[in-house]
């Protein structure tokens, strides 16, 4: 499990402009956002939002994902994190089966 993890919060797109450039140029609304990292893993991952804590949470989620593909374990924290599993489907990263949470094994 990687401690690792860093959120920059970049509400005025002063920290990674980059990130803003890159957001408008596929057409994507003006948002703050967060960069959440993991040196370990050499990944990284953007969480949008008006508030600090929903870009905190989608840039934590978006990095725990990243990791998940890297250290080549997606499959099995799609299985046994029903939520998470769902989230990956949904976006085409994971060959689960889309069932509905209240039938899926949940891991708390």
């Given at each position: 499990?990687?401690?690792?993890?860093?959120?920059?919060?970049?509400?005025?797109?002063?920290?990674?402009?980059?990130?803003?450039?890159?957001?408008?140029?596929?057409?994507?609304?003006?948002?703050?956002?967060?960069?959440?990292?993991?040196?370990?893993?050499?990944?990284?991952?953007?969480g949008v939002g008006?508030?600090?804590?929903?870009?905190?949470?989608?840039?934590?989620?978006?990095?725990?994902?990243?990791?998940?593909?890297?250290?080549?374990?997606?499959?099995?924290?799609?299985?046994?994190?029903?939520?998470?599993?769902?989230?990956?489907?949904?976006?085409?990263?994971?060959?689960?089966?889309?069932?509905?949470?209240s039938k899926r094994?949940?891991?708390?």
């Amino acid at each position: 499990e990687p401690t690792d993890v860093v959120i920059d919060d970049d509400p005025d797109w002063k920290v990674f402009p980059e990130v803003g450039r890159a957001a408008k140029q596929v057409g994507a609304e003006e948002n703050c956002y967060a960069v959440a990292s993991c040196a370990s893993h050499g990944v990284w991952a953007v969480g949008v939002g008006a508030g600090w804590k929903a870009r905190e949470s989608a840039a934590r989620l978006g990095v725990a994902l990243a990791v998940a593909r890297a250290a080549g374990r997606l499959e099995e924290m799609c299985s046994k994190y029903g939520e998470f599993g769902a989230v990956c489907a949904g976006a085409g990263l994971s060959q689960q089966l889309q069932q509905p949470l209240s039938k899926r094994r949940r891991h708390r």
